[in-house]
């Protein structure tokens, strides 16, 4: 593929997306909650006392004990702009509190409205279907990290199939949307759902990763069999380096069982940070070409959401980091992982899950001059951390899907603070965006 060509034509389609962007007028709670974000990420103390005070928060039981955890946190800042001055003094009698208390709860439910559409998958179809009649297709996730008993894991199966059940029956009654459900290699299921294989046992340690495996296997199959036979789309995510090969290995195995062959669509994810992914694409793709299947196996390329694990992980045990340290290196990565699987078709479905302009015009671009049509290729972003770009992709007729946290506060409580850091972060494109940064500056080459 030619480079300059390639500069020139993801310059373009940058320029169009960020033309196509909703202006912040007509969101006035986003750019108010974008306010306290750059607030927030100017100032690393006040970043690490609201992040101790959101984990806290589902821990308190009254308003006044949340308020005198948020004057505790709030002390620790040297430097305070007004309104946490303001905040600091209410604290100091009993009245004050129940009023600070009750505005810290609002504010720490809104912020996770923004990222968590419902508490349970019944709650979440209203915004479910607001997105799908705007262009958007979605993967619901239940949110849950690492379950720690077999009763946790098989109740967490039990919500799965729950979820299954909802959002087949919910999509069956809402009009076509040709975009979103069908590609040149064919149908595209409209229900979709992101399980989580930490979730589906407490058996999975790297030391013994075949008795992990094999009671995960046990749970992962019936889901197999029901998201068949609703016609429903089953991925499966990556988390910790720690889990990934046994993760890859159960997905392989249980996907490349005859049962199988015939469906259901289902997907994988491959995370660009790490420096091995490369190789990780090649084990993937060398299964694709020895397990044919009815669907064509699904990639979600992503950056990857657990870099400051990794990097404590690695340091603790003196081993090289597994992820690049260096943004433009991923970068880079991100990139060339998308050309390849691009090259990968019929046997894979893309997926380029990213916020960052860039990487996405790249995509766009990247397919278009390897003759794919645009309908083949699919843009993912985060449920509150890509509302923009999301809306700007459906705008000019891209297939986006956005991936939707559902549960209650507390189990979302990890993911919550993992979404907050990254919306905080100094290197993000909304907050390069919301700073000013020129379109030219947004589309170089990393």
Not at 16 to 21: I, R, S, T
Not at 266 to 285: K, T, W
Request: aromatic residues 4%.
């Amino acid at each position: 593929m030619d480079g300059e060509a390639l500069e020139a034509a993801l310059h373009e389609v940058g320029r169009d997306l960020a033309d196509a962007f909703p202006s912040p007028l007509r969101r006035p709670m986003e750019a108010l909650d974008r306010k306290a974000m750059d607030l927030a990420s100017q100032d690393a103390e006040l970043r690490a006392a609201l992040f101790r005070f959101v984990d806290v928060v589902p821990a308190c039981r009254s308003l006044d004990d949340l308020a005198r955890h948020l004057s505790a946190f709030l002390g620790d800042v040297d430097d305070r702009p007004p309104p946490l001055q303001v905040a600091m003094r209410m604290a100091d009698s009993r009245p004050g509190r129940q009023a600070l208390g009750a505005a810290a709860a609002a504010g720490v439910r809104h912020m996770a409205h923004r990222f968590i559409v419902g508490e349970t998958p019944r709650a979440a179809l209203p915004a479910i279907r607001g997105l799908w009649s705007r262009g958007v297709a979605t993967s619901v996730d239940l949110l849950g990290e690492a379950t720690v008993t077999r009763r946790e894991a098989d109740v967490y199966a039990g919500r799965c199939r729950e979820a299954l059940d909802e959002l087949a029956r919910a999509y069956a009654g809402w009009p076509a949307h040709a975009v979103l459900e069908g590609d040149s290699l064919g149908p595209i299921p409209r229900a979709n759902l992101s399980v989580k294989v930490s979730a589906l046992t407490p058996l999975l340690r790297p030391d013994a990763p075949e008795l992990g495996q094999h009671d995960a296997a046990a749970r992962m199959r019936p889901l197999l069999r029901q998201a068949r036979d609703l016609s429903a789309h089953l991925h499966i995510d990556m988390e910790s380096l720690d889990s990934r090969e046994a993760v890859l290995a159960l997905i392989l195995d249980v996907l490349g069982e005859p049962e199988f062959a015939e469906g259901p669509s289902a997907g994988l994810v491959l995370q660009a940070y790490l420096r091995d992914s490369p190789e990780l694409l090649d084990q993937v793709l060398a299964w694709t070409h020895a397990s044919p299947r009815a669907h064509p196996l699904v990639v979600r390329l992503v950056k990857g959401a657990y870099w400051d694990h990794e990097i404590v992980e690695a340091r603790q045990h003196g081993w090289q980091d597994p992820v690049f340290t260096v943004k433009a290196d991923c970068d880079r990565n991100f990139e060339l992982l998308t050309r390849r699987l691009l090259g990968a078709r019929p046997r894979v479905r893309v997926a380029v899950a990213s916020h960052n302009l860039r990487s996405v015009a790249h995509a766009i671009a990247a397919n278009r001059l390897a003759g794919g049509e645009d309908r083949d290729l699919e843009v993912q972003v985060l449920r509150g951390l890509g509302d923009e770009l999301q809306d700007a992709l459906a705008t000019r007729g891209f297939r986006v899907r956005t991936y939707c946290p559902v549960g209650d506060l507390v189990a979302g409580m990890a993911y919550l603070v993992r979404r907050l850091l990254e919306n905080t972060s100094n290197e993000s494109f909304l907050h390069e965006q919301a700073r000013g940064v020129p379109i030219e500056e947004l589309l170089a080459a990393p």
